[in-house]
């Protein structure tokens, strides 16, 4: 950045606080700054990050760069560096969308505090904007949620709702709110096929019909009735349990859900509706015994717990630097197959005592990486439903496994083609073979070294990329990062908190 664009970018600067009614003072509070660092920005004294001014655009709810502004960005890794240090455990990212969603059954105030902001957040955000929910941040991650008597579903911002697949988890919600209207297929991660299927199995069963026409689901809902229901959902899904969740919070009936998931997110969901008054009974086994309201109107706010993906993320980094660091308020439940299986791979972990999450029901722990040799698993790692090894954490034990001694065998049975991404790993050094597009085999230990690679279009195997980088001497180039932006909240800022350089970049 010149010293004139700086000059420019501050005086926009300026000019959007001074609209918001701010001071300096109040501007640094929101941005988790000093007020001389503000003042030195407005000043064109402070070169500014692209990061940082997509951060202020957010916060101040305008842009500050218009023009020039290319539409990637990129990473620029420094790796071969040793970490230490301590770093928080961020709030779920599939919590909060499903409570996002959820937020349309409560006709008063649902507050959500410390939501994570990251991109698959926000484009729910301007869904729910756009159908006439008022959505207010009421600082960086605070989220103020009033919905309309009734929902203009017409006006829906079809861009933002086809790219994420969360917009699919409406429909529980929706349920009685139109008589007909149409919802954009999914977006979301090129994960190959996921039907959407096992939702139109479980949502049929409150009368739901949905047909699929034209890069639209056409809705037709059905008549309201206080039917008590029982079925069984085809898939164990967590958003597919998510979404019946939601049809049957607002029914008057009881439903039972059989095989229904007790995941992470499914709890933290059932925990917000109970909140709301809806009764739910068997939050955490897979047969969950609901009691709905048909007309709920609470003010209320409620603390989504954190996201055990994240942990995994974090903990993986201290592995791959082979560091010494403690990643704090990690959710013990969700993780506890995960660190039993680092341990059978000789990781040395410290974990403190639990605690309570806001929330006050998910349990946390301190998890501490200490360095260690490690040794391939003397049997195939692959992910189960909860409580098994966690499908999303699945893809970070390919990183770790390159750092072993010894060939693992990773089986990552859900999705189609996830594991041919993680063969991205060999431009950084890695041996991975791939056997199908399910399986793969993982030789170390690896000798990392620096490359530039484009993200992959899958959120986790394109963290995993950025992992890799950290271990890697040199200076690597991660492009196109959109796709982690969808899932983690300043991941490369957090990792530098901890002794990463990390950069973004734009061409």
Same mark, same amino acid.
């Given at each position: %950045?010149?010293?004139?664009t700086?000059?420019?970018?501050?005086?926009?600067?300026?000019?959007?606080?001074?609209?918001?009614?701010?001071?300096?003072?109040?501007?640094?509070?929101?941005?988790?700054?000093? @007020?001389?660092?503000?003042?030195?920005?407005? @000043?064109?004294?402070?070169?500014?990050?692209?990061k940082?001014?997509?951060?202020?655009?957010?916060?101040?709810?305008?842009?500050?760069?218009?023009?020039?502004?290319?539409?990637?960005?990129?990473?620029?890794?420094?790796?071969?560096?040793?970490?230490?240090?301590?770093?928080?455990?961020?709030?779920?990212?599939?919590?909060?969308?499903?409570?996002?969603?959820?937020?349309?059954i409560?006709?008063?105030?649902?507050?959500?505090?410390?939501?994570?902001?990251?991109?698959?957040?926000?484009?729910?955000?301007?869904?729910?904007?756009?159908?006439?929910?008022?959505?207010?941040?009421?600082?960086?991650?605070?989220?103020?949620?009033?919905?309309?008597?009734?929902?203009?579903?017409?006006?829906?911002?079809?861009?933002?709702?086809?790219?994420?697949?969360?917009?699919?988890?409406?429909?529980?919600?929706?349920?009685?709110?139109?008589?007909?209207?149409?919802?954009?297929?999914?977006?979301?991660?090129? =994960?190959?096929?996921?039907?959407?299927?096992?939702?139109?199995?479980?949502?049929?069963?409150?009368?739901?019909?949905?047909?699929?026409?034209?890069?639209?689901?056409?809705?037709?809902?059905?008549?309201?009735?206080?039917?008590?229901r029982?079925?069984?959902?085809?898939?164990?899904?967590?958003?597919?349990?998510?979404?019946?969740? %939601?049809?049957?919070?607002?029914?008057?009936?009881?439903?039972?859900?059989?095989?229904?998931?007790?995941?992470?997110?499914?709890?933290? &969901?059932?925990?917000? =509706?109970? #909140?709301?008054?809806?009764?739910?009974?068997?939050?955490?086994?897979?047969?969950?015994?609901?009691?709905?309201?048909?007309?709920?109107?609470?003010?209320?706010?409620?603390?989504?717990?954190?996201?055990?993906?994240?942990a #995994?993320?974090?903990?993986?980094?201290?592995?791959?630097?082979?560091?010494?660091?403690?990643?704090?308020?990690?959710?013990?439940?969700?993780?506890?197959?995960?660190?039993?299986?680092?341990?059978? #791979?000789?990781?040395? &972990?410290?974990?403190?005592?639990?605690?309570?999450?806001?929330?006050?029901?998910?349990?946390?722990?301190?998890?501490?990486?200490?360095p260690?040799?490690?040794?391939?698993?003397?049997?195939?790692?692959?992910?189960?439903?909860f409580?098994?090894?966690?499908?999303?954490?699945?893809?970070?034990?390919?990183?770790?496994?390159?750092?072993?001694?010894? @060939?693992?065998?990773?089986?990552?049975?859900?999705?189609?083609?996830?594991?041919?991404? &993680?063969?991205? &790993?060999?431009?950084?050094?890695a041996?991975?073979?791939?056997?199908d597009?399910?399986?793969?085999?993982?030789?170390?230990?690896?000798?990392?070294?620096?490359?530039?690679?484009?993200?992959?279009?899958?959120?986790?195997?394109?963290?995993?990329?950025?992992?890799?980088?950290?271990?890697a001497?040199?200076?690597?180039?991660?492009?196109?990062?959109?796709?982690?932006?969808?899932?983690?909240?300043?991941?490369?800022?957090?990792?530098?908190?901890i002794?990463?350089?990390?950069?973004?970049?734009?061409?």
């Open positions: %950045m010149t010293q004139e700086a000059e420019h970018v501050g005086a926009l600067l300026r000019d959007a606080r001074g609209q918001k009614g701010w001071t300096q003072g109040q501007l640094a509070a929101e941005l988790g700054t000093s @007020q001389s660092a503000i003042a030195r920005m407005e @000043q064109g004294k402070q070169n500014l990050s692209l940082m001014i997509q951060r202020l655009e957010s916060i101040l709810g305008r842009s500050i760069v218009k023009v020039g502004r290319p539409a990637m960005t990129h990473l620029r890794v420094e790796g071969g560096r040793t970490l230490s240090g301590s770093v928080d455990v961020n709030s779920s990212k599939n919590a909060g969308v499903a409570l996002l969603c959820a937020s349309l409560n006709r008063g105030t649902t507050t959500l505090r410390r939501l994570a902001r990251i991109e698959e957040v926000n484009r729910i955000v301007e869904v729910l904007t756009s159908i006439g929910v008022e959505c207010t941040w009421l600082n960086a991650n605070d989220l103020q949620i009033r919905r309309p008597a009734v929902l203009d579903l017409d006006s829906m911002d079809i861009e933002a709702a086809r790219r994420t697949r969360s917009v699919i988890m409406l429909l529980g919600p929706l349920l009685d709110e139109s008589s007909g209207y149409r919802l954009p297929y999914a977006g979301g991660c090129d =994960l190959g096929t996921r039907t959407v299927q096992p939702h139109m199995q479980a949502l049929r069963q409150f009368g739901l019909s949905v047909d699929a026409k034209a890069g639209f689901y056409a809705v037709q809902a059905p008549p309201s009735d206080g039917h008590d029982s079925f069984v959902l085809s898939e164990r899904g967590d958003t597919v349990t998510e979404n019946a969740i %939601m049809a049957a919070a607002h029914r008057s009936g009881t439903t039972v859900i059989r095989n229904a998931s007790p995941n992470y997110m499914v709890q933290d &969901l059932c925990f917000y =509706l109970q #909140m709301l008054g809806v009764e739910i009974q068997g939050v955490g086994t897979t047969t969950l015994k609901i009691t709905g309201r048909p007309a709920v109107d609470v003010d209320i706010e409620y603390f989504p717990s954190e996201d055990p993906i994240e #995994m993320s974090l903990i993986t980094a201290g592995i791959v630097t082979d560091s010494e660091v403690t990643i704090r308020r990690v959710p013990i439940e969700f993780m506890e197959i995960e660190l039993a299986t680092l341990e059978q #791979m000789g990781q040395r &972990l410290e974990v403190s005592g639990e605690y309570l999450a806001r929330n006050g029901r998910t349990r946390l722990v301190d998890v501490t990486t200490k260690s040799e490690l040794r391939a698993p003397e049997d195939k790692i692959h992910p189960m439903p409580p098994g090894l966690n499908i999303d954490n699945l893809p970070f034990f390919a990183v770790i496994a390159a750092n072993a001694q010894g @060939q693992t065998m990773i089986h990552d049975w859900v999705y189609d083609n996830r594991a041919i991404y &993680l063969t991205e &790993l060999n431009k950084l050094g041996q991975v073979q791939l056997l597009p399910h399986r793969i085999y993982v030789n170390g230990p690896t000798k990392w070294r620096a490359a530039e690679v484009g993200c992959p279009p899958a959120l986790r195997p394109a963290a995993c990329l950025l992992l890799a980088m950290l271990a001497r040199g200076v690597s180039e991660l492009r196109n990062i959109y796709v982690i932006e969808r899932g983690y909240e300043d991941l490369a800022e957090r990792l530098n908190t002794g990463a350089k990390v950069e973004y970049f734009q061409d």
